[in-house]
């Protein structure tokens, strides 16, 4: 793949393949508003301390688990790979170390604030040449059918509106045999573990990142309130399956603070309804 062929953010207009913001719907999921103006709101508005926060309130664990990732679903040497909901690319950077290089990998993310931290971030790493980020919508990724040998999403995919076109918009971009990788926030099954992590998580985890990134959108109560809406589990396996992936397979981190599920594109392909791509 000619990852220079994918399409650069711009100061104005709508990139190809994004919805403008005017006719995105509304999350349908009750209780937690995931419309795109608040979610991309709420991210720029954390941007410069989005990395900070991430390790101080994981106590740097984040970075183990962003390996493990790359280490249980390694890329495969000249096969790109695609972090959707790339962030400040911390992903992205280190699938381009586990590829030492011989990779192209690709970033996507509709908050260009993020994005922004990401380049710099790349920059520094020297790995311009090998890592290209994208602005781009989850829902209607800027990639064609059948392109990456793997597709992950770390602490993204709850933030999508539509988690099932989410899914399968990652599994579109999937080449067969390809494998899709999802880090995600999960919930302690164990009885003491569990109700300390919850009670960290919504009450003292919230004044914590309000403390040391203001913002109007409340984003560290809205962190909790996602991760417990969203499936986890068996739950999160069963959609993976529903949406056409087999050979699926879940790995709890820390107790279980955190999954990595993982699961295969047929070589077939899935057979799965994925909505319909906007114009332009």
Known sequence: MNVSS????????????????????PSAVAGVDKSDRRVQRMFASIARRYDLLNHLL????????????????????????????TGTADLALAY??????????????????????????????????????VEGDARFLPAPDDTFGVVSVAFGLRNVSNTVQGVDELVRVTKPGGKVAILEFSRPRGRLLGRLYLAFFRHVLPRIGQALSPNDDAAYEYLPRSVLEFPDGQAMLDLLAERGLIDLKQHPLTGGIATLYVGTKPATGPSIAVAARPDP
């Open 6 to 25: 994918l399409p650069e953010s711009q100061d104005t207009g709508t990139m190809e393949g994004q919805v403008p913001t005017e006719s995105r719907e």
């Open 58 to 85: 994981s106590l740097n664990i984040d970075k183990s688990w962003r390996t493990f990732t790359t280490r249980t679903v390694p890329p495969e040497p000249g096969v790109p790979v695609l972090d959707c909901c």
């Open 96 to 133: 381009d170390r586990a590829a030492r290089g011989t990779s192209p990998i690709v970033g996507t993310d509709f908050c260009r604030e993020m994005l922004e931290i990401g380049r710099n971030k790349v920059h520094k790493a020297g790995a311009s040449d090998r890592v290209t980020l």
